[in-house]
């Protein structure tokens, strides 16, 4: 079925760019930003809006958009920065075109993890409720843990199906390596949590009409659940399956297993995303350990799952989830490293918050 929102917002230009630790933020962001300008044949002067992902907390950065949106090509310009995830800032930016707002956009997010060495965990417990959680320890690896470790009580083999995941994401390791690994937050193995890295991402976005190449972004759906992991429901995943629900409805998608061809899900833990099949609607709840087990999200499988490796190889904090919607455009391209075949559509899955509060789903597709 074709999308009920063909041609509306398409995608121009993106860019994903990575640095040593002798870059500085604001030059790391910089030639994120250039380089989609770039791809797009255009500069900043064409632009009508920048949306930024940008956490305080992260950068080590009081308003840190400050000092970023300028390197980002804010510079005289409207800027809006959404501190919660950068699938918030997609949708945003998303909206504002389809709004008539805004006719040309660009999307930046970013994370530099070698200026806060050994200290991001920490400056995340910032996120946590001041009275109940906080002084816990809470961080990103240990809700992720304790999301897993509840995943794999529910399922046979499922230290097994995890490590197949993740081995799958590496490219190069095997199961029994990831098994192998060392402990850091049980359940939680070393090959089963991204190592930090420095790296930005930016998306230019426009209303359709200039005559450029061009991928269409179909739909995007969000959700998020309560701050506190305590209230929440750490299997289940109600709100990645109402943000699934939203972003098929916008697209147009009536049948998600056989209209989108590439999958490219949160994968900071194997458990993650297994844990997401079921709400994204690539098999039952009840058979997503099956799935995982099935060889079938395998590159050249019947539901490619991360066919150019996952997150698990390396993510920026905070603003890396946002390389699922670059994978995605090139699996539409047709520039992928390990390109499907026969490809209309790709589902980009961007999960940030503790144990995946926020979830958002993006669907890009051909351009008609």
């Excluded at 992260?58 to 958009?65: L, Q, V, W």
């Excluded at 992928?336 to 993006?362: E, I, K, W, Y």
Aim: charged letters at 20%.
């Amino acid at each position: 079925m074709a999308s009920k929102l063909a041609g509306s917002v398409v995608i121009t230009g993106i860019a994903e760019a990575s640095s040593d630790s002798q870059d500085s933020l604001e030059t790391l962001v910089f030639r994120g930003a250039r380089a989609a300008l770039d791809e797009a044949g255009l500069d900043r002067s064409d632009l009508d809006g920048v949306v930024l992902a940008a956490s305080d907390q992260t950068d080590g950065r009081a308003i840190t958009s400050m000092l970023t949106s300028g390197p980002a090509g804010a510079y005289l310009n409207d800027e809006i920065n959404v501190a919660s995830s950068p699938g918030h800032a997609l949708a945003l930016g998303f909206m504002q075109i389809l709004s008539g707002t805004h006719q040309r956009l660009l999307v930046s997010s970013w994370g530099k993890s070698s200026e806060t060495v050994g200290s991001v965990q920490a400056a995340e417990r910032l996120s946590a409720d001041p009275f109940f959680e906080r002084d816990g320890g809470l961080s990103a690896a240990a809700a992720a843990a304790f999301q897993a470790q509840q995943r794999r009580l529910n399922a046979t083999d499922g230290d097994l199906a995890a490590a197949r995941v993740a081995a799958r994401n590496h490219g190069d390791v095997d199961e029994q390596a990831v098994l192998a690994s060392a402990v850091v937050a049980s359940p939680l193995r070393k090959l089963e949590v991204p190592p930090e890295i420095d790296g930005t991402f930016s998306i230019l976005l426009e209303r359709a009409g200039r005559d450029t190449p061009a991928v269409t972004l179909a739909g995007v759906g969000w959700c998020s659940d309560s701050g506190r992991i305590a209230e929440r429901d750490l299997s289940a995943l109600p709100h990645l399956q109402r943000a699934a629900e939203d972003a098929y409805q916008r697209a147009g998608i009536q049948s998600p297993t056989d209209e989108i061809g590439s999958w490219h899900l949160h994968d900071y833990t194997p458990d993650a995303e297994i844990l997401a099949y079921g709400p994204l609607g690539l098999c039952a709840a009840a058979a997503a350990n099956d799935l995982a087990l099935s060889g079938a999200t395998a590159f050249g499988g019947l539901l490619p799952v991360n066919p150019d490796g996952g997150s698990v190889r390396g993510e920026a904090p905070f603003g890396g989830p946002m390389a699922k919607v670059l994978a995605a455009v090139r699996q539409i391209r047709g520039t992928a490293a390990n390109q499907v075949s026969d490809l209309d559509r790709a589902l980009a899955h961007l999960t940030t918050g503790f144990a995946g509060q926020f979830q958002t789903v993006a669907i890009v597709e051909r351009q008609q």
